[in-house]
C-alpha cells in the first residue's frame, strides 16, 4: 500500500482491513524483511509477504499483543485442568477426556484450545464413520433375514 495514502507519521506500521480502513498496528516494536535474491521492488510488508517465494521476515511484538494474538488463533497454552474441563464442556466423559489429555501429552503437542477442537472435530468424524458402518451392516443383515 502506498505510504502517500496514509496521512500520519512515518516509522509506524498499518494494516488496511478487508472494509478498507487504515488502522496502525500497536504493539509491534520492529520489522525486518529481507530477500534471498535482493528485490530491490520489495516496498512493503503487503508486497513483500504476497510476492516472496523464498526469505525471511522477523517481525518482533510485546510479550502482551503475542499473548492477545495467541489467544485469537487458539494457539495459547492451557492447563491441563482446562484442557480437561473444555473437553468435559463438550459431553465428553472425564475418564475420556483423561485419557485424550495423556494421548497429548505423550505426543508433546501441547494443551491449548486449537488442540481442544481438532479432538472434538476427530471425535464427530469417528462417530459419523461408525453410525454409516452399523446401519451397513443393519441393511446386510435384514437383507438376509428376509431373504432378499
Known amino acids: 500500500m502506498p505510504t502517500e495514502d496514509i496521512k500520519v507519521e512515518p516509522g509506524k506500521t498499518f494494516i488496511?482491513?478487508?472494509?478498507?480502513?487504515?488502522?496502525?498496528?500497536?504493539?509491534?516494536?520492529?520489522?525486518?524483511?529481507?530477500?534471498?535474491?535482493?528485490?530491490?521492488?520489495i516496498d512493503s510488508l503487503k508486497y513483500a509477504t504476497e510476492s516472496m517465494k523464498e526469505g525471511k521476515i522477523n517481525i518482533t511484538i510485546s510479550r502482551?499483543?503475542?499473548?492477545?494474538?495467541?489467544?485469537?488463533?487458539?494457539?495459547?497454552?492451557?492447563?491441563?485442568?482446562?484442557?480437561?474441563?473444555l473437553l468435559m464442556g463438550c459431553k465428553i466423559q472425564k475418564n475420556d477426556a483423561t485419557k485424550f489429555a495423556d494421548i497429548v501429552r505423550n505426543m508433546e503437542l501441547g494443551y491449548c484450545p486449537l488442540m481442544v477442537q481438532t479432538l472434538l472435530e476427530w471425535c464427530i468424524i469417528q462417530t459419523e464413520e461408525a453410525r454409516k458402518r452399523n446401519e451397513n451392516r443393519e441393511n446386510k443383515e435384514t437383507r438376509e433375514i428376509t431373504g432378499e
Not at 16 to 34: D, P, S
Open 16 to 41: 488496511k482491513t478487508a472494509n478498507g480502513e487504515v488502522q496502525e498496528l500497536k504493539g509491534i516494536n520492529e520489522i525486518e524483511i529481507t530477500n534471498e535474491n535482493n528485490d530491490d521492488a
Open 64 to 85: 502482551e499483543s503475542s499473548i492477545k494474538m495467541q489467544k485469537m488463533i487458539g494457539i495459547n497454552r492451557i492447563s491441563r485442568k482446562r484442557f480437561i474441563k
